[in-house]
């Protein structure tokens, strides 16, 4: 009787695979306000859940919105700005 093993190799991620690079960390850092503001908008989703929204839920909803919008257009701005070839802005 012959026993099937799957190569441990293939399938195991090695600790090299496990860590970020500096390039993704970079990336990270440079998107995590919009990331801060989409979970913020999710909370204020995940309250209205159960219960009727009141003037303040929809407010708060209202503002989150709001601030997962700015966070993105900043960041478009961003690289924007940053592909532009001699500095022109």
């Known amino acids: 009787m ?4 799957p190569a441990q190799d293939l399938f195991t991620a090695t600790a090299i695979d496990l860590e970020p690079t500096a390039a993704e960390l970079d990336a990270i850092e440079v998107e ?21 929204p009141n003037e303040v839920d929809a407010r708060r909803l209202r ?21 532009l070839p001699g500095g022109i802005a």
């Open 32 to 52: 995590m306000p919009v990331i801060s503001a989409e979970v913020e908008l999710l909370d204020a989703q995940i309250m209205m859940l159960d219960r009727l």
């Open 63 to 83: 503002r989150a919105r709001n601030r997962v919008l700015d966070a993105r257009r900043d960041l478009a701005n961003r690289a924007a700005g940053t592909s």
């Open 2 to 5: 012959n026993i099937i093993l």
